[in-house]
């Protein structure tokens, strides 16, 4: 039911129907803060979504907040009430779209030593290069000696991604340190960074500019911002989201990028690698699938020999 899933429904926007998101809202939130008490906060965090009836991943650390979580309308409004009660979270802001019960699977409130890991030591996030999506937009529109950089992991710009945009081959944020010689010839260029909802640009943009990149902006908000307001305008494919929906959409001027792995044809039907070891997530379309099993496995795997007779794994795939 992919076909139901929008961006900025409900309360920040009303373009489209509202009833979806005042239904069973999925909230998408960070921010960077001192946190001194990270397990305590946890423990008042699980209980509190516990009591609310909320499912979804917190994740908490010295350095803030970071969390995505979908419940029934009111539940989600007392935890949005709750959170800005307190004074660190008092400005955070809430970015939502449209859910429902099986969205996320279960409750996850952890502590962690960064709220998204990069591990390249000690770096204050940047603030003070932030483009809101007006200001982005025309920028990319008019800036001859921009360039734009999608820091989101390798199948997340296989489903969507602005044009023209330069992506990373890389499968998890933290492996962008290494990433960055491939991207030496952009350090004088005007950098027009963004990632999903912000949270990996303030600390990817920190990185770059400790490094040496001259010109660093990033998109406010991240594609989920941008997407309230500009929709699809140089936008193409959908959004890759951590959670059961795998991708949300603009329905409207929806310029589908997304490939099978195999054939080629158009999907955004994500699936991981039926050989366990690898695992990896790639898009492969439903027909070709049902048509010859082997393609569930990626075409690393497929090239190396296996099948789906020989590839280890513990659940069988299901279509
Ligand atoms: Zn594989």
């Not at 307190?86 to 449209?98: G, M, P, Q, V």
């Not at 996850?108 to 890991?117: G, N, P, S």
């Not at 640009?201 to 040496?212: F, H, I, N, T, V």
């Amino acid at each position: 039911m992919a076909d139901q899933w929008y961006f900025g429904a409900g309360r920040l926007s009303r373009k489209v129907p509202p009833d979806m998101t005042e239904v069973f809202p999925v909230i998408l939130f960070y921010k960077y803060v001192e946190v001194a008490d990270p397990a305590e906060f946890a423990t008042a965090q699980r209980e509190l979504c516990l009591e609310l009836g909320l499912k979804g991943r917190v994740l908490i650390a010295n350095e803030g907040i970071n969390g995505t979580l979908a419940g029934p309308s009111a539940a989600i409004d007392c935890y949005t009430e709750a959170l800005k009660q307190d004074a660190r979270f008092s400005d955070i802001t809430f970015k939502l779209s449209a859910g429902d019960p099986g969205t996320f699977p279960k409750l996850v409130v952890k502590v962690r030593k960064e709220i998204v890991t990069l591990n390249a030591g000690d770096l204050e996030p940047d603030r003070d290069n932030l483009l809101n999506p007006s200001a982005w937009k025309e920028r990319m529109e008019s800036d001859p000696d921009a360039v734009v950089l999608d820091v989101r992991n390798r199948y997340e710009t296989d489903a969507g991604r602005f044009e023209n945009a330069i992506v990373c081959g890389i499968e998890h944020f933290r492996e962008l340190p290494g990433y960055l010689e491939e991207l030496e010839p952009l350090k004088e260029k005007h950098v027009l960074m963004y990632c999903t909802g912000g949270v990996r640009c303030e600390k990817a943009s920190a990185l770059l500019r400790q490094r040496g990149f001259q010109h660093v902006h990033q998109l406010e908000g991240g594609i989920v911002s941008y997407q309230e307001q500009f929709g699809n305008e140089h936008w193409l494919g959908e959004c890759f989201v951590f959670d059961q929906r795998m991708t949300v959409k603009v329905e409207q001027g929806l310029k589908q990028i997304g490939r099978c792995a195999h054939t080629g044809g158009v999907t955004s039907r994500f699936v991981n690698c039926l050989h366990d070891p690898c695992h990896k997530l790639f898009l492969v379309s439903e027909s070709a699938e049902r048509a010859n099993p082997d393609l569930r496995l990626c075409p690393e795997c497929l090239a190396a020999g296996l099948t789906s007779e020989t590839a280890e794994y513990r659940q069988p795939a299901s279509l």
